[in-house]
């Protein structure tokens, strides 16, 4: 008896679409390469809190941005970052130490200065955007996948135990 196989993996709604920034046309783009970016204490003077473009983060990344094209804007978000080219819109990976100064800026406190590196976005995430990862007919994945989570060895599902008629219940 041949073995029933699942159709591909259904795409999600937006598939195929480019993402536009809001209120324009630039197409949001992943970044290649890393952006590295030296925060100085004039930045941290300057830097307004709770402002993704006006952040000492983003005052730092709109000064050393070198990366070709004119850049309009540098926006610092929580998980991602933003450069505002004239063409396009490039998206970076805010690094986990900057997620944490961030935080503190905006409730207050002082940002530590230093060097923070931006990251690229990891080819797998780009590969696998705008694709739906389990279907909604089966929302713990395909039972036929070889990445399925196996049991370990000793606690396999024997189903149901096995009823023992023993003396002290009779």
Same mark, same amino acid.
């Given at each position: 008896?041949?073995?029933? #196989? ?13 993402? #536009?920034? @809001? &209120? ?10 890393? $952006? ?5 204490? /004039? +930045?941290?003077? +300057? &830097?307004?809190?709770?402002? =993704? ?7 730092? &990344? ?7 094209? %004119? ?13 505002? /080219? ?7 990976? #805010?690094?986990?130490? /900057?997620?944490?100064?961030? /935080?503190?800026?905006?409730? &207050?406190?002082? $940002?530590? #200065? ?9 080819? *797998? ?6 694709? *739906? +990862?389990? @279907?909604?007919?089966? =929302? %713990? ?7 399925? %989570?196996? @049991?370990? %060895?000793? *606690? *396999? ?5 096995? $009823? ?7």
């Amino acid at each position: 008896m041949k073995k029933k #196989t699942y159709k591909a993996k259904r795409t999600a709604k937006h598939a195929g679409k480019v993402k #536009t920034w @809001p &209120g324009t046309d630039l197409p949001i783009v992943d970044a290649i390469e890393d $952006f590295p970016v030296i925060v100085r204490s /004039l +930045h941290e003077k +300057h &830097g307004v809190q709770l402002e =993704p473009s006006e952040c000492a983060a983003a005052l730092a &990344g709109k000064e050393q941005w070198k990366n070709g094209e %004119r850049l309009v804007d540098f926006k610092v978000y929580r998980s991602v970052a933003f450069a505002v /080219l004239e063409t396009k819109v490039v998206r970076y990976l #805010t690094p986990r130490d /900057l997620r944490d100064q961030i /935080l503190r800026f905006d409730a &207050g406190h002082k $940002f530590s #200065t230093g060097a923070y590196i931006f990251r690229r976005i990891p080819e *797998q995430v780009r590969n696998s955007r705008g694709k *739906q +990862h389990s @279907p909604p007919d089966r =929302p %713990r994945g395909d039972p036929n996948s070889p990445h399925k %989570r196996k @049991p370990r %060895r000793g *606690q *396999q599902d024997r189903g149901r135990p096995e $009823f023992r008629f023993t003396k002290e219940a009779a």
